[in-house]
């Protein structure tokens, strides 16, 4: 199986995380070679940066988490880019999961790509109405998911991530798939395999 570059977008509560673990399972499970898979979700790369140091970045870091804020630009992608300096050999497939989050940071995102040579890269948007995700997001019964929170998380995605997936979207290096994020979960998975997955592909690794 050929190395892939899928970079996951969605609305909350569009169950982007959910789709790309089992995107990951079915790589690791389907790729006779065995390749390894980094999988980059920045709101657990900042968790972990909280809970393992202890300086005065970290708290600052856990303050705006806390509260609900918007983390500055650079630090996203420091977040990523550290990861993969550390962690990428070469030859890994990528599954990135809230990465870009604002069109400032989809151009260094691509030339990052550039810089590793990665080919085949898809974007996969997981498409839900607004009305979606408020029902998923409150049936979660998570401490942020008050109505006002909610409709603050969405109206900043239509603002400042959509300009971000529109720039992948007209790149003539990516192949741009939405799918429909209000099905089942394994209706949606199946929907993104067929896309990011040529036959000979899935014949051969099922």
Not at 13 to 27: D, R, S
Not at 113 to 137: A, G, H, M, P, Q
Not at 157 to 186: R, S
């Given at each position: 199986?050929?190395?892939?570059?899928?970079?996951?977008?969605?609305?909350?509560?569009?169950?982007?995380?959910?789709?790309?673990?089992?995107?990951?399972?079915?790589?690791?499970?389907?790729?006779?070679?065995?390749?390894?898979?980094?999988?980059?979700?920045?709101?657990?790369?900042?968790?972990?940066?909280?809970?393992?140091?202890?300086?005065?970045?970290?708290?600052?870091?856990?303050?705006?988490?806390?509260?609900?804020?918007?983390?500055p630009?650079?630090?996203?992608?420091?977040?990523?880019?550290?990861?993969?300096?550390?962690?990428?050999?070469?030859?890994?497939?990528?599954?990135?999961?809230?990465?870009?989050?604002?069109?400032?940071?989809?151009?260094?995102?691509?030339?990052?790509l550039?810089?590793?040579?990665?080919?085949?890269?898809?974007?996969?948007?997981?498409?839900?109405?607004r009305?979606?995700?408020?029902?998923?997001?409150?049936?979660?019964?998570?401490?942020?998911?008050?109505?006002?929170?909610?409709?603050?998380?969405?109206?900043?995605?239509?603002?400042?991530?959509m300009?971000?997936?529109?720039?992948?979207?007209?790149?003539?290096?990516?192949?741009?798939?939405?799918?429909?994020?209000?099905?089942?979960?394994?209706?949606?998975?199946?929907?993104?395999?067929?896309?990011?997955?040529s036959?000979?592909?899935?014949?051969?690794?099922?």
């Amino acid at each position: 199986m050929k190395s892939k570059t899928i970079i996951f977008f969605g609305r909350s509560g569009a169950g982007k995380g959910t789709q790309a673990k089992l995107l990951e399972e079915y790589i690791q499970n389907n790729d006779l070679e065995k390749k390894r898979v980094l999988y980059i979700e920045t709101g657990e790369r900042f968790r972990d940066f909280i809970k393992n140091q202890d300086n005065y970045t970290s708290n600052l870091t856990a303050n705006v988490v806390n509260t609900g804020g918007l983390m500055p630009e650079f630090m996203p992608i420091w977040v990523w880019t550290s990861y993969l300096i550390d962690n990428y050999t070469g030859s890994e497939h990528m599954i990135l999961d809230g990465l870009s989050r604002r069109y400032d940071e989809a151009p260094i995102l691509d030339s990052a790509l550039r810089f590793y040579r990665r080919e085949n890269k898809k974007i996969v948007f997981i498409n839900t109405s607004r009305d979606w995700s408020i029902e998923k997001l409150t049936a979660r019964g998570r401490k942020d998911d008050n109505e006002a929170d909610i409709q603050k998380r969405l109206d900043w995605f239509d603002e400042n991530t959509m300009p971000a997936i529109n720039y992948f979207k007209g790149h003539v290096n990516y192949e741009f798939f939405e799918i429909n994020g209000e099905q089942p979960i394994e209706k949606v998975h199946a929907d993104i395999l067929s896309k990011i997955f040529s036959p000979e592909e899935v014949n051969r690794d099922e």
